[in-house]
Protein backbone atom coordinates (compact mmCIF):
# COMPACT_ATOMS: atom_id res chain seq x y z
CA UNK A 1 0.00 0.00 0.00
CA UNK A 2 1.32 3.66 -0.82
CA UNK A 3 1.98 6.07 1.43
CA UNK A 4 -0.51 8.67 1.20
CA UNK A 5 0.85 11.09 3.77
CA UNK A 6 1.77 14.93 3.23
CA UNK A 7 5.50 15.39 3.30
CA UNK A 8 6.44 18.09 6.00
CA UNK A 9 9.23 20.31 6.23
CA UNK A 10 10.62 21.89 9.66
CA UNK A 11 11.59 25.17 9.43
CA UNK A 12 14.56 25.24 12.41
CA UNK A 13 17.01 22.31 12.66
CA UNK A 14 17.89 23.86 16.44
CA UNK A 15 17.00 21.78 19.69
CA UNK A 16 13.40 23.24 18.70
CA UNK A 17 13.48 21.99 15.31
CA UNK A 18 14.57 18.43 16.80
CA UNK A 19 11.66 18.35 19.27
CA UNK A 20 9.02 18.49 17.03
CA UNK A 21 10.87 16.12 14.74
CA UNK A 22 10.50 13.60 17.61
CA UNK A 23 6.69 14.36 17.79
CA UNK A 24 5.70 13.73 14.50
CA UNK A 25 8.54 10.56 13.40
CA UNK A 26 6.58 7.67 15.12
CA UNK A 27 3.60 6.78 13.52
CA UNK A 28 2.15 9.98 12.67
CA UNK A 29 -1.56 9.68 10.57
CA UNK A 30 -1.10 13.05 8.34
CA UNK A 31 3.04 13.38 7.74
CA UNK A 32 6.15 11.97 6.87
CA UNK A 33 8.84 14.34 6.98
CA UNK A 34 11.59 15.16 4.41
CA UNK A 35 13.55 17.04 6.26
CA UNK A 36 14.73 20.29 8.28
CA UNK A 37 14.81 24.16 6.73
CA UNK A 38 17.92 25.97 7.98
CA UNK A 39 20.10 28.46 6.85
CA UNK A 40 22.86 26.92 8.81
CA UNK A 41 23.91 24.13 6.36
CA UNK A 42 25.69 22.44 9.57
CA UNK A 43 23.24 22.99 12.08
CA UNK A 44 23.10 18.88 12.87
CA UNK A 45 26.55 18.27 12.65
CA UNK A 46 26.90 18.15 16.32
CA UNK A 47 23.68 16.22 17.16
CA UNK A 48 23.17 13.68 13.66
CA UNK A 49 20.09 13.08 12.73
CA UNK A 50 19.15 10.50 9.74
CA UNK A 51 16.41 13.22 8.69
CA UNK A 52 19.00 16.10 7.07
CA UNK A 53 18.70 19.71 6.18
CA UNK A 54 17.07 20.04 2.47
CA UNK A 55 17.47 23.83 2.17
CA UNK A 56 17.42 27.08 3.24
CA UNK A 57 13.84 28.61 4.80
CA UNK A 58 14.22 31.65 2.73
CA UNK A 59 15.24 30.45 -0.23
CA UNK A 60 13.43 27.26 -0.51
CA UNK A 61 10.20 26.67 -3.37
CA UNK A 62 7.07 24.44 -1.56
CA UNK A 63 5.92 21.76 -3.84
CA UNK A 64 1.88 20.98 -4.01
CA UNK A 65 2.18 18.10 -1.46
CA UNK A 66 4.45 19.68 1.39
CA UNK A 67 3.60 20.70 4.51
CA UNK A 68 5.51 23.38 7.04
CA UNK A 69 5.94 23.51 10.94
CA UNK A 70 7.70 26.60 12.16
CA UNK A 71 10.10 25.18 15.17
CA UNK A 72 11.94 28.08 15.66
CA UNK A 73 11.35 29.05 19.96
CA UNK A 74 11.90 33.30 19.37
CA UNK A 75 8.70 34.19 18.15
CA UNK A 76 10.73 37.49 15.96
CA UNK A 77 13.13 34.39 14.02
CA UNK A 78 9.77 32.57 13.58
CA UNK A 79 8.22 34.95 12.10
CA UNK A 80 11.68 36.18 9.86
CA UNK A 81 12.26 32.82 8.50
CA UNK A 82 8.80 31.90 7.37
CA UNK A 83 8.43 34.95 5.73
CA UNK A 84 9.00 34.36 1.99
CA UNK A 85 7.29 30.26 2.62
CA UNK A 86 4.41 32.10 3.82
CA UNK A 87 3.91 35.73 1.91
CA UNK A 88 5.52 34.74 -1.24
CA UNK A 89 4.87 30.98 -1.56
CA UNK A 90 1.54 30.95 0.27
CA UNK A 91 2.93 27.79 1.71
CA UNK A 92 0.76 25.36 4.06
CA UNK A 93 1.93 25.53 7.48
CA UNK A 94 0.59 22.86 9.55
CA UNK A 95 -0.54 22.94 13.52
CA UNK A 96 0.64 20.08 15.26
CA UNK A 97 -0.38 18.42 18.99
CA UNK A 98 1.65 16.15 20.63
CA UNK A 99 -0.77 12.75 21.32
CA UNK A 100 -0.11 13.33 25.04
CA UNK A 101 -1.92 16.87 25.18
CA UNK A 102 -5.37 16.82 26.66
CA UNK A 103 -6.86 19.93 24.01
CA UNK A 104 -10.50 20.67 25.33
CA UNK A 105 -13.31 20.34 21.93
CA UNK A 106 -14.00 23.81 22.56
CA UNK A 107 -10.61 25.08 22.57
CA UNK A 108 -9.36 27.01 19.48
CA UNK A 109 -5.89 27.07 17.63
CA UNK A 110 -5.08 28.71 13.96
CA UNK A 111 -2.85 27.46 12.06
CA UNK A 112 1.09 26.96 12.54
CA UNK A 113 0.75 26.21 16.40
CA UNK A 114 2.46 23.55 17.97
CA UNK A 115 1.72 22.28 21.28
CA UNK A 116 3.91 20.05 22.70
CA UNK A 117 3.44 16.92 25.67
CA UNK A 118 0.81 16.79 28.12
CA UNK A 119 0.15 20.65 27.41
CA UNK A 120 -3.47 21.10 28.39
CA UNK A 121 -6.21 24.07 26.96
CA UNK A 122 -9.21 23.89 28.67
CA UNK A 123 -12.77 25.17 27.60
CA UNK A 124 -12.99 27.60 25.08
CA UNK A 125 -9.45 28.90 25.12
CA UNK A 126 -7.77 30.66 21.83
CA UNK A 127 -4.51 30.17 20.61
CA UNK A 128 -3.79 32.40 17.58
CA UNK A 129 -1.35 31.48 14.78
CA UNK A 130 2.25 30.33 15.10
CA UNK A 131 2.04 30.18 18.85
CA UNK A 132 4.14 27.55 20.46
CA UNK A 133 3.13 25.94 23.65
CA UNK A 134 5.92 23.76 25.45
CA UNK A 135 5.86 20.46 27.82
CA UNK A 136 3.39 21.14 30.82
CA UNK A 137 1.72 24.16 30.41
CA UNK A 138 -1.73 24.58 31.60
CA UNK A 139 -4.09 27.25 29.72
CA UNK A 140 -7.48 27.86 31.83
CA UNK A 141 -10.92 28.54 30.69
CA UNK A 142 -11.64 31.24 28.00
CA UNK A 143 -7.74 31.88 28.31
CA UNK A 144 -6.29 34.23 24.81
CA UNK A 145 -3.22 33.98 23.61
CA UNK A 146 -2.22 36.33 20.55
CA UNK A 147 -0.21 35.65 17.40
CA UNK A 148 3.55 34.47 17.34
CA UNK A 149 3.63 33.77 21.33
CA UNK A 150 5.99 31.14 23.04
CA UNK A 151 5.35 30.05 25.87
CA UNK A 152 7.96 27.31 27.39
CA UNK A 153 7.30 24.43 30.02
CA UNK A 154 5.85 24.72 33.44
CA UNK A 155 3.40 27.32 32.81
CA UNK A 156 -0.15 28.17 33.97
CA UNK A 157 -1.90 30.73 32.08
CA UNK A 158 -5.15 31.10 34.60
CA UNK A 159 -9.03 31.22 33.40
CA UNK A 160 -9.42 34.44 31.44
CA UNK A 161 -5.91 35.89 30.62
CA UNK A 162 -5.02 37.56 28.08
CA UNK A 163 -1.79 37.48 26.06
CA UNK A 164 -1.12 39.81 23.27
CA UNK A 165 1.22 39.25 20.02
CA UNK A 166 4.83 38.11 20.05
CA UNK A 167 5.12 37.58 23.67
CA UNK A 168 7.57 34.83 24.96
CA UNK A 169 6.75 33.60 28.73
CA UNK A 170 9.46 31.58 29.76
CA UNK A 171 9.60 28.50 32.15
CA UNK A 172 7.95 28.52 35.49
CA UNK A 173 5.78 31.25 35.37
CA UNK A 174 2.25 31.68 36.44
CA UNK A 175 -0.11 34.12 34.55
CA UNK A 176 -2.87 35.45 36.61
CA UNK A 177 -6.94 34.79 36.56
CA UNK A 178 -7.77 38.22 34.15
CA UNK A 179 -4.20 39.17 33.54
CA UNK A 180 -3.52 41.35 30.60
CA UNK A 181 0.20 41.05 29.01
CA UNK A 182 0.69 43.42 25.71
CA UNK A 183 2.65 42.30 22.67
CA UNK A 184 6.11 41.58 22.46
CA UNK A 185 6.59 41.80 26.37
CA UNK A 186 8.89 38.99 27.71
CA UNK A 187 8.04 37.26 30.89
CA UNK A 188 11.83 36.33 32.57
CA UNK A 189 11.33 32.33 34.38
CA UNK A 190 9.55 32.42 37.87
CA UNK A 191 7.78 35.25 37.46
CA UNK A 192 4.06 35.73 38.43
CA UNK A 193 1.87 38.72 36.15
CA UNK A 194 -0.81 40.37 37.45
CA UNK A 195 -2.62 43.03 36.62
CA UNK A 196 -2.30 44.77 33.22
CA UNK A 197 2.09 44.28 31.33
CA UNK A 198 2.32 47.26 29.05
CA UNK A 199 3.51 46.56 25.45
CA UNK A 200 7.30 46.12 24.63
CA UNK A 201 8.91 45.35 28.12
CA UNK A 202 10.46 42.80 30.13
CA UNK A 203 8.87 41.67 33.16
CA UNK A 204 10.46 40.05 36.36
CA UNK A 205 10.03 38.58 39.57
CA UNK A 206 6.36 37.96 41.65
CA UNK A 207 4.54 40.23 41.17
CA UNK A 208 6.50 40.63 37.85
CA UNK A 209 7.61 44.44 37.65
CA UNK A 210 9.39 45.58 34.68
CA UNK A 211 13.24 44.46 34.17
CA UNK A 212 15.94 46.12 32.58
CA UNK A 213 20.27 44.81 32.95
CA UNK A 214 20.95 48.71 32.62
Known amino acids: MSDTRRWALIVGAGGFGREVLSYIEDD ?48 RQRFKYTATLRDVHHADFATVAHPSAHINRHARMRHGCIIGPRVSLSVDVQIGEFSHLQEYTVVGHDARVGNWCQINSHCSIAGGAHIG ?50
Do not use: M, Q
Not at 190 to 202: F, K, L, N, Q, Y
Open 28 to 75: NPLFRVKGFLDSRAHALDATPRDTPIVGDPLTYEPAPDEVFLAALGDP
Open 165 to 214: DFVTIHPNCVVTSGAVIGDGVTVAAGSAVIGRIPDGITVLGNPARRFSFR
